[in-house]
């Protein structure tokens, strides 16, 4: 027993010897210099050349390592075999991922490449402000050389976007406020946001389908159009006028849009903002792919037409930029900045909706509501600022199907002939809002027949007391129908210049400033 422990430590002290001579005779230097050498003879035989993306740059999280982990997810789930599940924060999907060293196929423009997870253990934590994993994660990627300059230009990109769109589409929506004003919080954020849940879609929402196709067209061409914008050198964004009696939806509509864009939503509230500076400095902060929303923008601020308040103080000369001509708060105006109110201008939201500080984000869509068009100054509906006017009308028979089938599930052909009759004959002529509808319908959704026999009494004695009342104002009843569409209408498509009492000279004058600012 004895001499064989003696062979076996001479021997390993041979191999020590051996070891210290090999060291000797091939220094580290050497040594990676001939496994340099060989590498270099291997690869210029080898028909594959390999890109290393690292999860860390340095002490930066490197964008590219996430963006291929979740392209590569959208692949994963359908033929991967082992998989990593995670879930990022406000997100409402499930990621899927390759494990460690797992590799994957794909192929882009008919060229296939192999995808590799790499994951080794670090060795050493060198000095570092910011903590590393333990763990050095990466991804490597294969392609054959002559394919090199086709996934270097295109495929990377390619990458990037998708990886936008599926971020986007796992993320739940967002809806912002500007609680504090402009002012900045800890992280130098002057928004705050919550969870956005509102279930409004087009397909619940109380409207005309052919309105509501127009409108879902619309907002698909402005999603889809950026290479038409680029192209006619307009900036990216679009503007959206809601205008009709409280209670119509607009709310449920600007939700809807959220909604069926996948856009994120700011609530701003022009009362919270103090000036002209604070306002440009919220939107500098807002995002891309986002509704910025000023809602009841009749009553945050007096932005009254120009012209009415020409007339009724008697003053013609003074300029409608002036703060002191457009500040206070409320529907009945109210004290400017000097009271601790806002001191926004008419031409500080003018160049906030279409000047030159509206061009620092792109694919953004602004959206006003308003009970009451007329007080509006022209300015402010001029395309550009509010390219497309919907009105939000009483509820109509194609919106009441709507309603019916959202609240009592109701199909077409379900209510019986004498009942849809009736209907038919007094809704426009009631005038009520879906708001108003909806609640007769929501008291009495456990029983069907009891809502509609309900509503049809509800809808019949507003349209005898609408009859009277016009009645007492003089308009005949063969003009009953459609005379609030047609007066709104008049008013939302007015022309700025349209009934100016003021000279030809001080409206062109006004116009030339309006563009310059």
Not at 2 to 12: F, G, I, N, Q, R
Not at 200 to 215: G, Q, W
Not at 358 to 386: Q, W, Y
Request: proline share 3%; hydrophobic share 35%; net charge negative.
């Amino acid at each position: 027993m004895k001499e064989h422990w003696t062979s076996l430590a001479s021997v390993l002290g041979v191999l020590a010897f051996c070891q210290s001579l090999l060291q000797a005779l091939f220094p580290p230097e050497l040594r990676f210099a001939t496994l340099k050498f060989f590498n270099r003879v291997f690869n210029m035989f080898s028909s594959y050349c390999y890109f290393d993306i690292t999860e860390i740059d340095g002490v930066n999280t490197n964008e590219l390592y996430n963006a291929v982990q979740l392209y590569l997810s959208s692949y994963i789930s359908i033929s991967g075999s082992r998989l990593s599940l995670t879930r990022a924060l406000n997100s409402s999907a499930i990621t899927f991922g390759l494990t460690n060293n797992d590799t994957i196929i794909d192929t882009f423009n008919g060229v296939t490449v192999l995808w590799e997870h790499v994951v080794t253990q670090r060795q050493a934590q060198t000095f570092s402000w910011r903590p590393l994993p333990d763990e050095k994660r990466g991804f490597t990627l294969r392609i054959k050389k002559k394919d090199k300059n086709l996934i270097l230009d295109s495929y990377l990109d390619y990458i990037m976007e998708k990886a936008t769109d599926i971020k986007r589409n796992n993320q739940d929506r967002l809806l912002y406020t500007n609680s504090r004003g402009g002012s900045l919080d800890s992280r130098g954020h002057p928004w705050e946001s919550v969870p956005f849940k509102h279930p409004s879609t087009f397909d619940t929402l109380a409207m005309d389908p052919v309105k509501k196709t127009e409108i879902m067209e619309d907002l698909k061409d402005f999603a889809n159009g950026q290479a038409f914008y680029q192209r006619t050198g307009r900036a990216w964004k679009r503007g959206y006028l809601l205008y009709g009696p409280p209670g119509t939806g607009k709310s449920s509509m600007i939700a809807a849009m959220a909604n069926y864009l996948g856009y994120d939503i700011y609530d701003l509230e022009l009362t919270e903002v103090h000036n002209n500076s604070e306002l440009r400095k919220l939107l500098m902060k807002t995002s891309s792919k986002s509704i910025i929303v000023i809602e009841d923008i009749d009553c945050s601020i007096n932005l009254s037409d120009r012209k009415k308040a020409k007339g009724n103080n008697g003053s013609t000369g003074r300029s409608y930029y002036e703060p002191d001509m457009r500040s206070g708060s409320g529907c009945g105006g109210g004290s400017g900045g000097e009271d601790g109110g806002n001191s926004i201008t008419l031409s500080g939201l003018l160049n906030f909706t279409d000047g030159l500080w509206s061009c620092c984000g792109s694919e953004r869509i602004f959206v006003f509501t308003t009970n009451h068009i007329e007080k509006l100054d022209p300015a402010l509906l001029r395309s550009g600022r509010m390219d497309m006017h919907i009105f939000m009308s009483y509820c109509s028979l194609p919106a009441l199907k709507i309603l019916l089938n959202n609240y009592l599930a109701y199909e077409e052909g379900d209510l019986q002939d004498e009942m849809s009759k009736q209907l038919e004959d007094v809704i426009e002529k009631a005038e009520m809002t879906p708001a108003d509808v909806s609640e007769v319908l929501i008291k009495n959704r456990r029983h069907k027949e009891k809502a509609v026999n309900e509503l049809v009494e509800t809808l019949k004695e507003r349209a005898e007391r609408n009859l009277k009342d016009l009645k007492n104002s003089g308009v005949r009843e063969g003009d009953f129908e459609g005379f609030e569409d047609e007066e709104q209408e008049k008013r939302a498509l007015e022309s700025p210049k349209d009934g100016c009492d003021c000279d030809q000279d001080s409206c062109n004058k006004e116009d030339k400033e309006e563009k310059i600012n």
